[in-house]
C-alpha cells in the first residue's frame, strides 16, 4: 500500500518506506508492538497525516514515522462501572469512586531525574570554563558577546543532557496515562474540578511583608527585627514538573474514546475545600490545613484527608453541579470512610516520599 499524505510524505507500509523530496528512508516495525500493527492492520486505509519526529539519544538522533489516523483506538481494556470524582492539585491528585479512594502522586520519581539534570549541567559548565576562561569575568559572569568553543566532551555531555530531559518528559507521561487508565476501569461518569494551572504559575505582582516579625544579624553583629516581604514566587517549578494539566488533557482525551462521560463543576459555586456536609456549612481553610474533623454515623471525631474529602463532594455533586448533594453525601459517608481508612494505610505503606500536601 502506497500513500502520499497532505505534507508530501510519501509512505509505502508494505515496503515500510518513507519518501520526502527525493530522500528515501526505510524505517522499522518493531516485532513485540502487537498494538501497533494491530492498529494498521485495522485502520491502513485511514491515515490522514504523516510527519518525522527526532528525538534525541546518547549516540545522536532517531527518527520516528509518526501517523494520524481517523479512527477509534483499539481498547485495551474495558470502562468500569460507577460516578467518580476527582479533585486535581498542583502536584498530585485524590480521586473518590464506588469501591476505592486514590491519593496519587502526579510524578512521584522526578527527582531522581531532576538530579542526573543537574549534574550533567554542572560538568558542561564545567567544561566550558575550562575550554573559554577568558570569556569570563573575575566574579564568573559571562562577558558580553562572547563565543564559545565547544570540545568534543562537551557536545557529547549536551547530547546526554537532551536525552536525560527526553526521558523525564516520557516518565510523567507514561505515569499520567497509567493513572487515567487505572481511573477509568472503575467509572463510567467522572465529575472533576477545573483550575487555572497557567495563573498558579505566574509571580505574584503585589510587593507585601510579612504579618511575622524576624530577628536578623547585620554585618556589624547587630540584631535586629523587621518583617521580611513575601515571596513572589508561586508553583511554576512544581507545575514543571507534575503537569497537572497534562494529566487532565490526557484523562479527558481517554474518556473520550472509551465513551467515558466527564464533567468540570463550577469551581466557584462549589467550593469543595470549604464545604462541611455534617453541619452543612462553609468555612475557609488555610493552605497549611490538610485534615477535616469530621463525625461518622455515631457522632464520633473522625480525621478525614483534606483533597480525599473534596473528591467524595465532587463525586456527590447535584444536577446543577454547582453544590455538593448533602443526601447523597450522608447515604454514602460510611463507606467513604472505609475506603479513606483504607487508602491512608496503602499510602503510608508503599509511599516513602509522600509529598507535604497529603499531611502526613
Request: one cysteine or more; glycine letters at 4%.
Amino acid at each position: 500500500m502506497c500513500r502520499v499524505v497532505s505534507n508530501g510524505i510519501k509512505l509505502d507500509l508494505d515496503k515500510n518506506l518513507c519518501t520526502f523530496n527525493k530522500f528515501e528512508c526505510k524505517f522499522i516495525l518493531k516485532k513485540y508492538n502487537t498494538y501497533l500493527k494491530e492498529c494498521l492492520e485495522k485502520d491502513k486505509s485511514n491515515i490522514k497525516y504523516c510527519r518525522l519526529i527526532r528525538e534525541p539519544f546518547n549516540n545522536g538522533y532517531r527518527y520516528y514515522v509518526q501517523l494520524v489516523i481517523d479512527s477509534t483506538p483499539i481498547l485495551k481494556f474495558s470502562k468500569g462501572k460507577g460516578i467518580t470524582g476527582i479533585d486535581p492539585g498542583v502536584s498530585s491528585i485524590a480521586v473518590t469512586t464506588d469501591s476505592s479512594c486514590m491519593l496519587e502522586d502526579l510524578a512521584p520519581n522526578i527527582e531522581e531525574h531532576n538530579k542526573r539534570i543537574v549534574e550533567i549541567q554542572k560538568k558542561m559548565e564545567r567544561s566550558r570554563k575550562e575550554t573559554n576562561p577568558n570569556n569570563y569575568n573575575s566574579d564568573g559572569t559571562i562577558k558580553k558577546g562572547s563565543k564559545f568553543k565547544k570540545t568534543k566532551n562537551y557536545k557529547h555531555l549536551n547530547k546526554i543532557f537532551k536525552t536525560l530531559h527526553r526521558k523525564r518528559k516520557c516518565y510523567i507521561k507514561q505515569n499520567q496515562e497509567r493513572l487515567a487508565n487505572k481511573i477509568i476501569k472503575e467509572s463510567n461518569t467522572i465529575f472533576y474540578e477545573e483550575m487555572d494551572f497557567k495563573a498558579l504559575g505566574k509571580r505574584s505582582k503585589k510587593t507585601e511583608k510579612r504579618d511575622t516579625v524576624s530577628t536578623v544579624t547585620t554585618k556589624s553583629g547587630e540584631t535586629k527585627k523587621i518583617k521580611k516581604f513575601k515571596r513572589k514566587k508561586r508553583f511554576g517549578k512544581t507545575l514543571l514538573n507534575k503537569a497537572p494539566s497534562q494529566f487532565l488533557t490526557i484523562l479527558i482525551l481517554k474518556c473520550a474514546f472509551y465513551e467515558v462521560d466527564i464533567f468540570p463543576i463550577d469551581t466557584k459555586n462549589f467550593k469543595a475545600s470549604q464545604y462541611n456536609h455534617i453541619f452543612d456549612e462553609y468555612r475557609k481553610k488555610e493552605l497549611n490545613e490538610r485534615w477535616n474533623i469530621l463525625y461518622n454515623s455515631d457522632f464520633e471525631p473522625i480525621l478525614i484527608q483534606r483533597d480525599l474529602y473534596s473528591s467524595f463532594l465532587i463525586k456527590n455533586t447535584n444536577e446543577e453541579l454547582n453544590h455538593p448533594d448533602r443526601e447523597k453525601c450522608l447515604k454514602s459517608f460510611n463507606n467513604f470512610i472505609d475506603l479513606h481508612n483504607k487508602c491512608i494505610e496503602e499510602v503510608l505503606k508503599t509511599n516513602h516520599n509522600r509529598l507535604s500536601c497529603f499531611g502526613f
